[in-house]
């Protein structure tokens, strides 16, 4: 299939940056954070000419496999990754033709063995936005690194903090469990809360700003096999298989 060039763009979007936000930036079709089989939905739904991969879901259901993002582009849908869930997957299909956007993106593709749970957040329902309920390693590490270098905390402090961030799990990285974790005074959490760096965020609004413009960049053909592992996992997940068969 050719790419839709009257088709719009979609963005799989959640806790990384609010929904009003997003939409003063790119005018789109905004969906929830894509997990398994969401893709080959997607592209059914709405035959775009792009996706936006931000944020995705990877506990309650299986999280997007490469497999979808590999279908997706050899039927000429380009596929833009960053900040979260979208960068991960960038960092490692862009060989294959997926684009990433941002720091986040350029940090996986650098050092590929980074864990994953650096751009993972806990996150409210469907109903509150996914609204993020903790703060992501990622965007710890640079806050502290910032308040170093502005002279606001000492090194020790900065590598209490980051040391502190990482032992944490993703669920429990809110800034007082992070400050307290350092052993910091509790008063630096209005400190760290005040410089807080949004790197995800930062990396979303730029990839929504490219968007329309990588969006007219037309994936180089590929020739994609689907196998029976990759069918059977879709129906694993009750994804009817017969969306790829007959897309």
Not at 74 to 99: D, K, N, T
Not at 104 to 128: F, H, K, N, S
Not at 205 to 233: E, G, M, Q
Request: net charge positive; proline share 5%; with cysteine.
């Amino acid at each position: 299939m050719d790419q839709n060039e009257d088709g719009p763009i979609l963005v799989f979007l959640g806790p990384t940056l609010r929904l009003p936000e997003a939409q003063r930036i790119l005018d789109a079709v905004y969906l929830q954070p894509v997990s398994q089989g969401d893709i080959i939905l997607a592209a059914h739904a709405f035959r775009p000419k792009a996706m936006v991969l931000i944020d995705g879901l990877f506990e309650d259901r299986p999280a997007v496999r490469h497999k979808e993002i590999l279908w997706a582009l050899s039927q000429g849908i380009v596929m833009i990754g960053a900040a979260s869930m979208g960068a991960l997957r960038a960092a490692e299909l862009h060989p294959f033709g997926m684009i990433g956007v941002g720091l986040i993106y350029r940090w996986y593709r650098r050092w590929p063995l980074t864990a994953e749970d650096a751009v993972a957040v806990q996150c409210g329902p469907a109903e509150l936005g996914f609204a993020a309920l903790t703060e992501a390693l990622v965007d710890l590490q640079r806050s502290f690194k910032a308040l170093f270098r502005h002279g606001l905390i000492s090194e020790g402090e900065m590598d209490a903090g980051i040391a502190a961030a990482r032992r944490l799990n993703f669920r429990e990285r809110s800034i007082r469990r992070v400050v307290a974790a350092a052993q910091w005074l509790p008063e630096k959490s209005t400190l760290l809360r005040g410089h807080l760096v949004a790197q995800k965020k930062a990396d979303a609004l730029l990839a929504l700003r490219l968007a329309p413009v990588l969006s007219k960049y037309k994936p180089a053909s590929s020739s994609y096999t689907v196998t029976n592992t990759f069918l059977r996992d879709l129906e694993a997940g009750s994804i009817d298989i017969n969306l790829i068969r007959n897309y």
